[in-house]
T-cell receptor
Framework: GQNIDQPTEMTATEGAIVQINCTYQTSGFNGLFWYQQHAGEAPTFLSYNVLDGLEEKGRFSSFLSRSKGYSYLLLKELQMKDSASYLCAVARLGGGYNKLIFGAGTRLAVHP | DGGITQSPKYLFRKEGQNVTLSCEQNLNHDAMYWYRQDPGQGLRLIYYSQIVNDFQKGDIAEGYSVSREKKESFPLTVTSAQKNPTAFYLC????????????FGQGTRLTVV
């Protein structure tokens, strides 16, 4: 089976840095994605990690440790518009099929 | 423009009626997915398809059915057997290899009264 865990809610201050953690347990690991979702809207892609290490993309960075089943999303220089849910998703390959399974998401509230 | 389109955006149905949600993509993606999202919750996988005329059950397939007769289209039918169908439904597509991101439609909010 698969299990993906993220904190339910986080708060942070505008201009600060926040780290959102994700732990997972799955067979057939084929990569980990982070998505951003504003209320009532579709998720949008932020990052993809399949090898261990840090991927940096502007204000957002994502880290993966496959041996620990652990990832984090780092958001720097927080802006009010970063208030959203952040979804961790694991690609799982099994039986020739690639499933994309999501965690419950972390709701981030950015305050002035 | 390339993208993935879901229609309608809002849908109301009476209890006991079947309803079909449309999902079309012109990204030439092989893989397509249907997810359900309840208020304050994450996305749960209903069905997915890697190729035309083939699809697999996800984690919550009971009460739902799909078809994949064309590469561009992956409609979802919510049947009367689905006990709690009111939810936000999201369709997504991705390249076959799975190491590229999934692109999402804007979603259909289904309300059963």
């Amino acid at each position: 089976g698969q299990n993906i865990d993220q904190p339910t809610e986080m708060t942070a201050t505008e201009g600060a840095i926040v780290q959102i953690n994700c732990t997972y347990q799955t067979s057939g690991f084929n990569g980990l994605f982070w998505y951003q979702q504003h209320a009532g809207e579709a998720p949008t892609f932020l990052s993809y990690n399949v090898l261990d290490g840090l991927e940096e993309k502007g204000r957002f960075s994502s880290f993966l440790s496959r041996s620990k089943g652990y990832s984090y999303l780092l958001l720097k220089e927080l802006q009010m518009k970063d208030s959203a849910s952040y979804l961790c998703a694991v690609a799982r390959l099994g039986g020739g099929y690639n499933k994309l399974i999501f965690g419950a998401g972390t709701r981030l509230a950015v305050h002035p | 423009d390339g993208g993935i389109t879901q229609s309608p955006k809002y849908l109301f149905r009476k209890e006991g009626q079947n309803v079909t949600l449309s999902c079309e993509q012109n990204l030439n993606h092989d893989a397509m997915y249907w997810y359900r999202q309840d208020p304050g919750q994450g996305l749960r996988l209903i069905y997915y398809s890697q190729i035309v005329n083939d699809f697999q059950k996800g984690d919550i397939a009971e009460g739902y059915s799909v078809s994949r007769e064309k590469k561009e289209s992956f409609p979802l039918t919510v049947t009367s057997a689905q006990k709690n169908p009111t939810a936000f439904y999201l369709c997504a597509s991705s390249a076959q290899t799975g190491d590229t991101e999934a692109f999402f439609g804007q979603g259909t909010r289904l309300t059963v009264v």
